[in-house]
């Protein structure tokens, strides 16, 4: 997620938030995430990615690890 997020605009950030804010609320979330496939499962354990964004995958990270950009 880090090399992506590094090649975004100031203003790439400010749509995604738009964005973001604009169809995020109010939705109901499972408590974990769909089962993939055999292989996105294995993608998934290995780069740990439920520590970080929780069950469902969506969970925030706050303390933000990226630099904000102002």
Same mark, same amino acid.
């Given at each position: 997620?880090?090399?992506? #997020? $590094?090649?975004? +605009? ?6 995604? %938030?738009?964005?973001?804010?604009? !169809?995020?609320? *109010?939705? &109901?979330?499972?408590?974990? #995430? $769909?089962?993939? +496939? ?6 998934? %354990?290995?780069?740990?990615?439920? !520590?970080?964004? *929780?069950? &469902? ?14």
């Amino acid at each position: 997620m880090r090399t992506l #997020a $590094a090649g975004l +605009s100031d203003q790439d950030i400010a749509d995604l %938030a738009a964005y973001y804010e604009s !169809s995020g609320s *109010g939705v &109901n979330l499972p408590a974990t #995430a $769909a089962q993939g +496939s055999g292989k996105a499962a294995e993608l998934m %354990a290995k780069g740990g990615c439920t !520590s970080c964004h *929780g069950a &469902n995958l969506s969970k925030p990270i706050l303390p933000c690890n990226f630099p904000i950009r102002k």
